[in-house]
């Protein structure tokens, strides 16, 4: 709570968690390989939402988030962005 009241987007990647992830990525593994994609694109931190329907990354300022959205999109990923705060 104290990385998102800060605005502290390390914090709040190094936070996240899914106890659902481990199964997911075991029952489909293009999930993990789309989760590490968007790491070694510049997230810091990426987790499959709730149960699944989506996954998200954080990234720490607004740039890197349209630098990884481009990389994603040119590797003919479905992106979506938002802003912290």
Same mark, same amino acid.
């Given at each position: ?25 075991? !029952? !489909?593994?293009?999930?993990?390989? !789309? ?6 694109? *510049?997230?810091? *931190?990426?987790? !499959?939402? *709730? ?35």
């Amino acid at each position: 709570i104290a990385a998102l009241v800060q605005g502290d987007p390390a914090g709040i990647a190094a936070s996240l968690t899914n106890d659902l992830q481990v199964t997911a990525f075991r !029952l !489909l593994p293009e999930l993990a390989l !789309l989760r590490d994609k968007m790491l070694a694109a *510049g997230c810091l *931190g990426a987790l !499959l939402s *709730g149960s699944g329907s989506a996954l998200f990354g954080i990234c720490p300022d607004e740039e890197t988030a349209s630098k990884v959205e481009q990389r994603l999109q040119h590797q003919g990923l479905w992106t979506w962005s938002g802003k912290m705060g």
